[in-house]
Each structure stands twice: as structure tokens, then as C-alpha cells.
């Protein structure tokens, strides 16, 4: 995105030129796919594409939030001493949320301020937009006003927002990886234990494609409240047996052995989805430092089939536009990401096939679908930064 088109958004809204410029990635999870919620390890990474934010002081107490992604909204306006959620304020709870949960953990902010955001990831594609505007305002929050406060702390602060301020009932992988992000470098997560590492990622020849289905993810939320319990169904069925907390904690070899407890077949489908995504994503780790990203890409396959068959969450959108994907040359491996029934999936393509490639799954997809997918070349990217505004003039 050119970003002098930020600050000439800023000058149009506010009338006056913007002081500082801030960026926070979106993320993709490379693979690990509902496995955070039942134990297990995770493998995102933050994505080049994401959210930028022109800022200005102001004397007084008001905040003025605007989005060019959702300008219907116009300026959104409220007072450092009024921070109570508002449903009118739609988006702007977002970052209205950590600026209340910031001051009432005892952050001096003594002072309003006007802020523009625009984003390019594509609206509703599961690619973490919220997670990347909380931890742009956290970010700009914490330099603005020297609050001093670790980057990790802040991604915490996120997932409290999402679950206490806005209600939303998830787990911390978006904030993490937005917040944590490295260039060129994913993150496994242990989900139940907070302990991470990074690991490179080198693609060499190969770039990573987002695919778009362009579909409303209408069906994914109470899906994924039937998931998440059905997963807690088959634990308690287990822990008859085992000493175990999460699904996670099980290699697969034990899952064979004990599923006759679940005697469940959806269960046992559920369960085995949560406990096998979560061991390819300790071989996926292993593959890629080994450079070996034919087999990676072997195991990625591998979770779209088990996100098919054992969660059943993919749908003919995601579905039609995974299985085009391997049908095309220069292709390491595809699979859908995020909650699914519609959304994104990402695929690890040769890079002087890419061309081709979004011509021929873009007609597969539209023949079959009706209506056209949106395709997305993504670099792994750093976590939240500010961009010097003396470089963007030049």
C-alpha cells in the first residue's frame, strides 16, 4: 500500500498533517488449525499485508478514530473519561478497548488524540484484523505516551480486549502472532504453556498465496462453539481413563489406543483432528529446518484433508479452491486457514508460476462457484513498527 495515501487521508478527515505514521501485520497460521483451543501447538506467522494508522496529539480529552475501510461510520468520537463499550461505535471498540483497559491498569494517557486507519487485508478473510488494530493502538499507546510496557504484555492485553471488552470467547494465537511477528520467521506456540519459539521460514523459490473465497463466514461461529464442545465432550470421555488436561498433550499412538473410550463416532473424529494437527505440527517444524519443504508441504495437505473430513469445516468454497490448488504445477501444498465455512486458504507456490496459477484456480473457482475468489501474495513479516513519515515524504 502506498502510504503517502495515508497521510493524505489523515489531512482530508483532520484538516491538518498527520505527526506520526505505525503499521501492525495481519497473520496467517501455516498450520495447527483448531488445535489452540484443545491444547495443542500452533505455527503462525505475521503477513506483510495489515493495518496502518496516521496519529496527531491533541490538548484535550477527545479521541477521534476514523477507518477508510469503513468510512460509513465517519469520525468516531469519545473522551478518555467515558470508555465504556458502545455498540453505535462499531470498529472503534477495538482500539477504544485498549485504551480503557490500559488506563484502568494505571497507563497515564493525559491526553485526546486523532487517529486514521486503513487496512489491506481483505474484510472478513479470517486474517485477523481486529488482532492487528489492537496491537496497532497498544503499540502506538505504549511509544506515544513511553508506558514502557513489554510487547508480550501488550499481546495479552489483546486477548483480555477481545474476551472481556468486546466478548468474544478466543484464544491468544492472533494477538501473538501479530504482536510477536519476525520477518521471515513463524512462531510455534505451545498453547498450553505460553513457551514459543521461532523457527525459519525459507521458501526459496516459493511464495505464499492467500486465497479469498469472497464468502461470509456466517456459519463459522456457532461451528465453532460445536467444535470447541464436541473436543471437550471426547477430553472428558478420556480423562476416565488418562491423566491428561487437553487433547494435546496425547501423541498419536496413544489417541489409537484409547479412543475405544470416546466410542463416539463423530467424537473420535473431532478428537483425532485436535490430536494428529497438532503432531504435524511438530514434524512441520522439523521439516522446514531440515529445508525439506516438499514433505512440509506434504503435511499441509494433510491437515486440509483432516480439516475435510475429521472437523468438518471446510465447505465447497474453501474445498473447491484447496483442491484446484493441488492440481496446479509449482504447487508445495494448500489448505484452508481459520475458523472455515468460508474465509481464506493459503497455498506455498512456485513464484514464476504464481501468473498462472490465480488464472486457473481464479476459472476453476468461478465455474464453479459463481463468483470470483481474490488472490493475495503475502511476505512473512515483523510485528507492529512506526514508518518515519521523512521517508515516506521523500
Known amino acids: ?103 484502568k491498569a494505571g497507563y497515564n494517557i493525559d491526553h485526546g ?43 495479552k492485553m489483546g486477548q483480555k480486549n477481545e474476551n472481556e471488552y468486546i466478548g468474544v470467547n478466543s484464544g491468544i494465537m492472533d494477538e501473538f502472532a501479530v504482536g510477536m511477528g519476525k520477518k521471515d520467521q513463524a512462531i510455534l506456540l505451545d498453547t498450553n504453556t505460553m513457551e514459543y519459539h521461532y523457527a525459519p521460514v525459507e521458501l526459496g523459490d516459493h511464495a505464499i498465496v492467500i ?68 503432531q504435524r505440527t511438530l514434524k512441520a517444524i522439523k521439516y522446514l529446518k531440515e529445508n525439506n519443504l516438499v514433505e512440509f508441504g506434504k503435511l499441509v495437505n494433510a491437515s486440509h484433508v483432516s480439516l475435510h473430513y475429521d472437523y468438518e469445516v471446510t465447505g465447497v468454497e474453501l474445498d473447491t479452491l484447496v483442491e484446484a490448488a493441488w492440481q496446479q504445477p509449482g504447487v508445495l501444498g494448500a489448505r484452508m486457514v481459520g475458523a472455515g465455512f468460508g474465509g481464506c486458504a493459503i497455498a506455498f507456490v512456485e513464484k514464476d508460476q504464481i501468473d498462472n496459477f490465480k488464472q486457473n484456480v481464479g476459472q476453476i473457482y468461478q465455474d464453479k462457484i459463481g463468483y470470483a475468489a481474490d488472490f493475495y501474495i503475502a511476505e512473512i513479516s515483523d510485528g507492529p513498527s512506526e514508518i518515519k513519515i521523512s521517508e515516506v515524504e521523500k
Not at 482530508?12 to 503499521?23: N, S
Not at 492487528?132 to 493502538?137: G, P
Request: aromatic share 10%.
Open 211 to 278: 486465497m479469498n473465497t469472497n464468502k461470509h463466514r456466517a456459519l463459522a461461529d456457532s461451528k465453532y462453539n460445536e467444535r470447541r464442545s464436541q473436543c471437550e465432550q471426547a477430553l472428558a470421555l478420556l480423562q476416565k481413563k488418562l491423566d491428561i488436561k487437553s487433547l494435546g498433550e496425547l501423541s498419536i499412538d496413544e489417541f489409537d489406543r484409547n479412543s475405544y473410550l470416546i466410542n463416539d463416532d463423530i467424537l473420535i473424529r473431532r478428537a483425532r483432528h485436535a490430536v494428529f494437527e497438532n
Open 1 to 103: 500500500m502506498d502510504t503517502n495515501e495515508i497521510l493524505q487521508g489523515f489531512k482530508k478527515i483532520y484538516d491538518k498533517p498527520a505527526e506520526r505514521l505505525f503499521f501492525s501485520p495481519g497473520r496467517i497460521n501455516l498450520i495447527g488449525e483448531h488445535t489452540d483451543y484443545n491444547g495443542g501447538n500452533v505455527f503462525p506467522c505475521a503477513i506483510s499485508l495489515g493495518t496502518y494508522a496516521a496519529y496527531e496529539e491533541r490538548i484535550d480529552q477527545a479521541v477521534k478514530l476514523y477507518s477508510d475501510n469503513i468510512p460509513e461510520t465517519g469520525v468516531v468520537t469519545f473522551f478518555l473519561d467515558r470508555l465504556e463499550y458502545d455498540k453505535k461505535h462499531n470498529w472503534a471498540n477495538y482500539p477504544k478497548g485498549m485504551i480503557y483497559l490500559l488506563m
Open 113 to 155: 488524540f486523532n487517529i486514521y486507519f486503513k487496512g489491506n487485508l481483505p474484510d472478513g478473510a479470517g486474517l485477523s484484523s481486529s488482532a492487528s488494530i489492537e496491537l496497532l493502538m497498544g503499540n502506538i499507546l505504549n511509544d506515544v505516551f513511553h508506558l514502557g510496557i513489554d510487547q508480550l504484555d501488550l499481546v
